[in-house]
């Protein structure tokens, strides 16, 4: 079935760098934008990223630009997102998305940064 | 950046009664194509969000007939009705004509 599976959070401190991945089952991969959306706890939804079919073209949230880096691999069916120098307000769960309307999400992976 | 606003933050329906969401956004969300990218989603406590509507007013496959989008240039409005218990969670409406956002979230709750 239809399936996209996070992994990679952690328990981070500030500064730090973490590596998520996205992987995707079920449908072909790369027929579709994917987007990173993430949930700090007991917030709303913020979109993080997205790339298109072949990762040529990416757009970042202002908060996050020149410290995280989003790529695809579509001969592994996989999403990745590189967080580097990471902040207290980044802790979230982050979840994968499929397509333009993200129609099929993941169960997400919960970051963590402190101290 | 596009800002959608969403009224109410929290309401409280009895089983059985209609319930209406709105979602205003700072600019237009009509594109050239005829399309208005504006979307809603459920997300259910403990769950990660899932996809109501598509383009204002399209269910996607599966969703209940219940639930209808409407609305047009920058007010959008959520109906549900006929509310299910099934149906509590927050409703998230978000926008993809400029890059994405999402809304603030209204919480649903059954009376």
């Known amino acids: 079935q239809v399936q996209l599976v996070e992994s990679g959070g952690d328990l981070v401190k500030p500064g730090g760098s973490l590596r998520l991945s996205c992987a995707a089952s079920?449908?072909?991969?790369?027929?579709?934008?994917m987007s990173w959306v993430r949930q700090a706890p007991g917030k709303g939804l913020e979109w993080v990223s997205y790339?298109?079919?072949?990762?040529?073209?990416?757009h970042y949230v202002d908060s996050v630009k020149g410290r995280f880096t989003t790529s695809r691999d579509n001969a592994k069916n996989s999403l990745d997102l590189q967080m580097n120098s990471l902040r207290v307000d980044d802790t979230a769960v982050y979840y994968c998305?499929?397509?333009?309307?993200?129609?099929?999400w993941g169960k997400g992976t919960t970051v963590t940064v402190s101290s | 950046d596009v800002v959608l606003t969403q009224t109410p933050l929290t309401l409280s329906v009895n089983p059985g009664q209609s319930a209406s969401i709105s979602c205003k956004s700072s600019?237009?969300?009509?594109?050239?194509?005829?399309?208005?990218?504006l979307y809603w989603y459920l997300q259910k406590p403990g769950q990660s969000p899932q996809l109501l509507m598509y383009?204002?007013?399209s269910r996607l496959s599966g969703v209940p007939d219940r639930f209808s989008g409407s609305g047009a240039e920058t007010e959008f409005t959520l109906k549900i009705s006929r509310v299910e218990t099934e149906d509590v969670g927050v409703y998230y409406c978000?926008?993809?004509?400029?890059?994405?956002?999402f809304g603030q979230g209204t919480k649903l709750e059954i009376k």
């Open positions: 998305a499929r397509g333009v309307k993200m129609d099929v």
């Open positions: 079920g449908f072909t991969f790369s027929d579709y934008y």
């Open positions: 790339l298109n079919y072949n990762g040529s073209i990416i």
């Open positions: 600019r237009s969300l009509l594109h050239s194509d005829g399309k208005t990218y």
């Open positions: 383009e204002l007013s």
């Open positions: 978000m926008q993809a004509l400029s890059l994405y956002s």
